[in-house]
């Protein structure tokens, strides 16, 4: 029998092994959401782990940012990339780290699932009404929230997998959504979980708001209500369109609320779902950091 109620979500907080956020991924966050930190200051951090090391330095390399000569320097190569895609490249790194316990083809879809959102996110965004801006630093965030939403989902998999089997066999068998019937099965949710686990990692206030609000938007507290109401568009195209799968079975709802206050058109869809697979065909994301 499935422990119900606050159980599991206490249990989750008393994990020992939770998927932490490494100290070095952790400081450069920090250092990249400080307007007086130098690039030579967040370098010094990444030069400590070569897997980030060299992931910046392949980007940097990449078609999209290399000049005509070899990038070799982590500074230069840092530079040229920027703070926004560094963080990026980081959280990205941290973010598949977690993901185990899944065959090939799973991984693969899981993660496309959670760049697509993110890409999807920031299309949502643009042609919305009153898009935040580019020089809105919430506009980065929409991207980190939107790669972030589904992590809850990689805990539950993997510590709770008699929970996770049960939930699903039920969901499978019925028109209820996974996150519904994990509310009423375990009486918490990915999205929960996910939040629990972004806050121990001192991600922003307003990250930790997509991921436990991304199925229930209403709920998110003001200040945030626009990033979670946009996730959760983002969320339903790209499962609706099958642009990878994180797991989530029997997604037929979308916020109604979120989807008139963002003052969307349903016939720009198809130009929206175009504006994504463009952006994936020279996503780094996925190219370059593709499992
Ligand atoms: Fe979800």
């Not at 920027?82 to 899944?102: D, F, T, Y």
């Not at 229930?216 to 969320?235: G, K, Y």
């Not at 969307?264 to 996925?286: G, Q």
Request: with cysteine.
């Amino acid at each position: 029998m499935v422990e119900k109620g606050k159980n599991l979500l206490e249990r989750i907080r008393e994990i020992k092994n939770l998927p932490t956020i490494p100290e070095i991924v952790f400081q450069v966050l920090r250092l990249i959401k400080d307007p007086s930190t130098s690039i030579s200051e967040i370098t010094r951090y990444i030069e400590e782990d070569p897997v980030i090391t060299a992931k910046v330095l392949q980007v940097a390399n990449s078609p999209l940012y290399r000049g005509t000569t070899e990038i070799t320097s982590l500074n230069y190569a840092a530079s040229r990339l920027g703070l926004a895609e560094l963080e990026k490249i980081v959280l990205s790194l941290s973010l598949m780290k977690e993901i185990k316990g899944m065959t090939r083809q799973e991984s693969r879809l899981f993660w496309r699932h959670c760049v697509s959102v993110a890409l999807m996110a920031d299309v949502v965004n643009s042609f919305s009404k009153n898009p935040i801006e580019s020089h809105d630093p919430a506009k980065d965030d929409l991207f980190v929230g939107g790669l972030l939403h589904d992590i809850g989902l990689l805990v539950l998999r993997h510590h709770f997998s008699a929970e996770y089997e049960q939930v699903i066999i039920i969901c499978e068998a019925s028109d209820a959504s996974l996150y519904e019937t994990e509310k009423e099965l375990l009486g918490t949710t990915h999205a929960e979980i996910g939040a629990t686990l972004a806050t121990n990692w001192n991600i922003p206030e307003s990250v930790v708001a997509m991921i436990a609000f991304h199925h229930e938007p209403e709920r998110s507290p003001d200040a945030f209500w626009r990033l979670a109401q946009v996730v959760n568009i983002a969320d339903f195209i790209c499962n609706n369109q099958g642009l990878g799968f994180s797991g989530e079975i029997n997604i037929y709802k979308f916020s109604e609320i979120a989807w008139w206050q963002l003052g969307l058109n349903i016939e720009e869809v198809p130009k929206m779902l175009e504006k994504v697979r463009e952006k994936s065909k020279e996503s780094l994301l996925l190219t370059t950091i593709g499992i």
